[in-house]
């Protein structure tokens, strides 16, 4: 039997990609001409690759149900993510909240099927966000969490395992974690 993977999970909007910030709140790329990859993004992706993590794209794109974007263009920016970035899979809820889905985060079932598809030890795999719900979504998965940013001014039901500032500050912890023996983290 194969050994179970460890996997990074992460947010598109905020983690990947510049989020449009406005009035203060944070909203995705509506198409490719909006698409800022966030600094050092490639770089700090590319330790992880070397470190053997799967690098899972976990979104939510209620825009899609809400008639803002299509799902074409969703998939065109995620697409561009792919040829930019070492990205191995991507996990997209098109859900509003009153459509009450699984995947939905703060629900887990985007990171409950990428365990099930790749095999995934969850409690030695972490999720990386810029809002409540990708911390919520990774707790509830069993992954220790990355709080990318302030949040937004957002309430956090619980807080994350640590928070960074970017990127590649997360990337730095996760590998330091991935070094410590499971028994002392």
């Known amino acids: 039997m194969e050994p179970a993977k460890v996997a990074v999970f992460l947010d598109r909007d905020g983690?990947?990609?510049e989020p449009i910030i406005l009035n203060g709140k944070p909203y995705p790329p509506?198409?490719?001409?909006?698409?800022?990859?966030?600094r050092g993004a490639g770089a700090a992706l590319e330790e992880l690759k070397r470190?053997?993590?799967?690098?899972?794209?976990?979104?939510?794109q209620?825009?899609?149900?809400?008639?803002k974007v299509n799902r074409?263009?969703?998939?065109?920016?995620?697409a561009r993510l792919a040829a930019i970035l070492p990205l191995d899979a991507f996990e997209v809820c098109e859900h509003d909240d009153k459509e009450q889905c699984d995947c939905r985060k703060p629900k887990p079932g985007m990171?409950?099927?990428?365990?099930?598809?790749?095999?995934?030890?969850?409690a030695g795999s972490f999720m990386v966000g810029d809002r409540w719900r990708d911390i919520e979504a990774g707790r509830r998965a069993g992954c220790r969490t990355i709080l990318i940013g302030s949040g937004?001014?957002?309430t956090f039901p619980f807080a994350p395992t640590v928070t960074h500032t970017s990127?590649?500050?997360a990337v730095s912890w996760i590998i330091r974690q991935s070094q410590v023996p499971a028994g002392i983290r």
């Open 51 to 60: 470190q053997g993590f799967l690098l899972i794209v976990v979104t939510n």
């Open 30 to 38: 509506r198409d490719l001409n909006e698409l800022i990859i966030t």
């Open 72 to 78: 074409a263009d969703v998939d065109q920016i995620n």
């Open 62 to 67: 209620p825009d899609i149900a809400r008639g």
């Open 167 to 169: 990127l590649p500050g």
């Open 15 to 17: 983690v990947l990609n």
């Open 111 to 122: 990171i409950l099927r990428a365990r099930e598809k790749f095999g995934v030890d969850l």
């Open 152 to 154: 937004y001014g957002e």
